[in-house]
């Protein structure tokens, strides 16, 4: 099993892996994306994974068979150990705990080169729906804080398959910048008495210098201190502090602005890889006044320069409003025709 | 001149370039490392950078000529601006500054080939009194705050020239993870009325399972949380908070041990680019009992999984027990035979 262990200064937890729970790729090369010579997240290789977790398939299809269109299993090589209870010890000075967790991921389609951005919208719903489901279905387990949910896409992005998926993570802890976003947003708000986020929706509603997509119930903007080239965020436009509290309507409404993104961002960026990450408040805080769940996107333009890590400072070459126009700017390339998950029933309301 | 501008959530300052101070490499594809025609690090070709700010070069020669064996010169594309006060000013909610600050390149050797690996202790310790000069000259601009001095070798680690340099930038902040270590260790003094990186350094010599290189007055060991595979730190064994007020065996000792360990990643990880960052404190609190300035070492062997940035988070998939092993047992490469810089008198005594 893998230790979570803090460091001693900044109290940062940090998994530390277990050597049987390495990756096949290696660590001391470039990861390399090739196919597998069979890909494991295939409809028909079902029995290349662990059995499935959760999936949404044909009523007369069995489980771990084909008949999907959206299926999450156990990570096969996961960074935590869903066994065991969540044990904290010091060793000398050093504080750790082992690595309980669950690690899975959601495989987003049956078919190996569906990507986002061709996906029909209504496939991309499945996908949010499966995320809350887990995350739903996670938060009853008593030993984890937190549940992260992140997509990597393409081997710039740190992804190792190129079949698309996403991973979520349970945690005993709140990751760090989860927690930070936490503490400035309440700190805010003590002394506004307004959601930080809800402000800055508002003044980019005003300013319109860096808003990249909109519709009735979602706004997209670069953040006006961007820490990437067209580091995008996407926020509710309503108050909603849990993804898990999420809609019929505003599923549709987010993954209509999602893949019109994707789109845009193939146009203007010529197919970048990226990673997003949903930020949402932590189980024991589940509803609250001043946070406000957020998806954060990030192209893979650029090498990061290497200090960052070093030192959180980050230096942006591309002016937010300035990346603004040039998406858009983009038009958007036609949607592939890619087959339409059955209709679900929760969906039509 | 770029925008300083301040993340209203979590406080985080950002440099956004503005269009003129962009490189030549760019944004939207990979960055190659390729040799310029020319490069203007080389003896010989002093015309091709800004004026020197700084060398250590023999008597007779003339400034801007060969003769020099460390010198130091502005930045061409600076990310920041050196002329001009410091101005704050908000933007509706938002808060910026305008991005003043210096930008310096330390150029290593005069030879195009030199690595650090290769170079003589002698003039790894030249680049470390270089580094220790511009610090003090631009703590006395008392509109910065912070001088940042790090070093990127190869493309992965974000280096576009290959000449062997590394950078300084000062700053009217101070970074935000320098600040949270700066807190943390406040923190713990509070607590213990200790210096925690001392007590790290203690357990790190009773535990003797992640220390890599040792000398009279320095340490060096891959941290019980490391973020990365082979992450290592560097620190004085006794008690210093400034990096400036080192001391000449110190230099000499400090110079020593990060060679040993450049030679040991080359044998035990292929000779991997690396980025290193010092850790010192800001000017307002150069001596403190409770900060231990340190260098960050960090081989890059992997694409980060993505997610890091989005999450404050990382996975590590090396132990740094298991990483240490293999830097051990790694045998030190023959050192090659470079011209070694004049005896500097000071570094006599």
């Not at 994974?49 to 084909?66: C, G, N, V």
């Not at 967790?101 to 190996?112: L, N, T």
Request: glycine share 4%.
């Amino acid at each position: 099993m893998s230790d979570l262990r803090r460091d001693p200064v900044i109290g940062r937890w940090v998994i530390v892996a277990a050597e049987r729970s390495r990756r096949p790729s290696t660590i001391f090369t470039e990861i390399v994306l090739k196919e597998p010579d069979v890909c494991p997240f295939c409809d028909g290789n079902e029995h290349l994974t662990p059995p499935e977790i959760l999936a949404f398939r044909k009523r007369d299809s069995q489980p771990d068979r084909a008949g999907w269109w959206v299926r999450v299993v156990p990570n096969k090589f996961p960074a935590v150990d869903v066994l065991g209870n969540v044990r904290r010890a010091g060793e000398g000075m050093f504080d750790m705990m082992n690595g309980v967790g669950a690690h899975e991921v959601v495989i987003e389609a049956p078919s190996h080169d569906a990507s986002m951005a061709d996906m029909p919208s209504r496939q991309i719903e499945e996908v949010f729906w499966a995320y809350r489901e887990r995350m739903i279905d996670l938060q009853r387990d008593l030993r984890f804080r937190y549940v992260l949910v992140f997509k990597n896409q393409g081997p710039q992005a740190g992804a190792t398959l190129a079949h698309a998926h996403s991973q979520i993570i349970a945690l005993p802890i709140v990751p760090k910048r989860v927690q930070e976003e936490l503490n400035g947003a309440e700190e805010y708000f003590r002394y506004k008495e307004r959601c930080v986020f809800c402000d800055v929706i508002h003044q980019e509603q005003r300013d319109r210098l860096r808003v990249v997509g909109e519709n009735d119930l979602f706004i997209a903007f670069h953040p006006f201190a961007s820490r990437f080239p067209f580091e995008t965020w996407i926020l509710p436009r309503n108050h909603e502090s849990s993804f898990t509290d999420i809609q019929i309507g505003e599923v549709r409404s987010l993954a209509a602005i999602l893949k019109d993104l994707l789109m845009r961002f193939r146009t203007a960026l010529s197919d970048p890889d990226f990673n997003y990450v949903i930020h949402t408040t932590p189980f024991s805080d589940r509803t609250s006044p001043h946070f406000h769940w957020h998806i954060e996107l990030i192209p893979r333009l650029t090498h990061s320069a290497g200090f960052e890590w070093g030192t959180g400072f980050y230096i942006n070459p591309v002016a937010p409003e300035e990346a603004a126009q040039r998406i858009l700017n983009a038009r958007e390339a036609p949607a592939d025709n890619v087959e339409e998950p059955p209709q679900r029933e929760s969906s039509v309301g």
